[in-house]
């Protein structure tokens, strides 16, 4: 399906990080309309119409998906949090409710959007020391990979007959406007950049550009469907990243956090779950090489370079 200035695509939960930034690139690059559908309205003005909706409930927002050329559903709490019974309660509620009530107005629309691309996470692997994941891998355990297997199941189950449908396990993702990268920056800057924990831990990361890429082609491409890792073919150790980062903000120092700090400063100071930086996951997008999708930012370093580049590091 091609896209144009007359293409219209809904975003639901689209009012953070990556939801802007593709709104950003489909106006930009082929001036279609994008409607955010969003508990909370962005504090900036971009190309795109922002909807209210609870992510629960049907009400006059799902008007928005007759007639739309494509639904793109980001909606879920963030996992940056420390991990409460409540918090873990939100996380996945958040992701089943919302890809259900989707489905719903889906289902009900006299025209729904002809492809669904929706959100998952590559952490459905689990935590893997050294395994190398891939699309064929078997999921993990725990709670990130419960909720992604619930999430995908939701989707699965809603999605109607004749609506194509594309799931992103998607890795960290490294850009401008949110995400982690601007805090571990200023960390590296302040000489604190260095390895957490043993260091060994895998990141999947995954460009900003890249991302939106993906999203842009689940949308034009109608052979594409089913599951796909959403990150760069070259993962690397959170020592190697540490250490890039650092030679890309210009620190030839990195202070190593040891995983007893981690485990108490994470909660205490950061307000968020020390696992996620004391553990990781190696994945790599095979079913999207296998497709000839060609990475603008399939290395590291470069990567890091062109964002921080551009933010005047």
Not at 140 to 158: K, S, Y
Not at 196 to 203: A, C, E, N, S
Request: glycine letters at 10%; hydrophobic letters at 40%; aromatic letters at 8%.
């Amino acid at each position: 399906m091609p896209l144009n200035q007359a293409s219209r695509v809904v975003i639901a939960g689209g009012s953070g990080f990556l939801g802007k930034s593709l709104a950003r690139h489909l106006h930009q690059n082929y001036g279609a309309t994008v409607t955010l559908l969003s508990r909370h309205e962005p504090a900036e003005a971009g190309p795109w119409e922002c909807i209210p909706w609870d992510a629960r409930s049907l009400d006059d927002w799902q008007d928005t998906l007759d007639g739309a050329d494509a639904l793109i559903n980001l909606a879920g709490r963030t996992v940056d949090c420390i991990k409460t019974p409540d918090h873990r309660d939100e996380i996945l509620r958040s992701r089943v409710e919302s890809t259900r009530i989707l489905g719903t107005a889906m289902q009900r629309a006299t025209q729904p959007p002809p492809v669904w691309v929706q959100m998952s996470t590559a952490h459905i692997y689990g935590d893997p020391p050294s395994l190398v994941c891939d699309e064929s891998s078997a999921t993990g355990t725990g709670l990130a990979p419960e909720v992604g297997l619930a999430w995908e199941r939701t989707f699965n189950d809603v999605r109607p007959e004749g609506v194509r449908g594309v799931v992103l396990r998607t890795s960290f993702v490294i850009g401008h406007g949110g995400g982690a990268l601007s805090r571990l920056r200023v960390l590296a800057r302040l000489g604190l950049g260095g390895q957490v924990g043993h260091g060994r831990q895998g990141m999947s990361w995954l460009h900003q550009e890249d991302m939106n890429r993906i999203f842009e082609r689940s949308i034009i491409e109608d052979a594409m469907q089913g599951v796909y890792i959403a990150t760069a073919p070259n993962p690397v150790s959170n020592s190697v990243f540490m250490s890039s980062l650092r030679k890309a903000v210009g620190m030839p120092i990195g202070l190593p956090t040891f995983a007893w700090m981690v485990r108490i400063g994470a909660p205490l100071f950061m307000r968020t779950d020390p696992e996620l930086a004391l553990y990781g996951r190696y994945c790599v997008p095979r079913r999207l090489e296998q497709d000839g999708f060609g990475f603008k930012f399939p290395e590291l370093g470069p990567a890091l370079a062109d964002l921080l580049a551009k933010r005047g590091n």
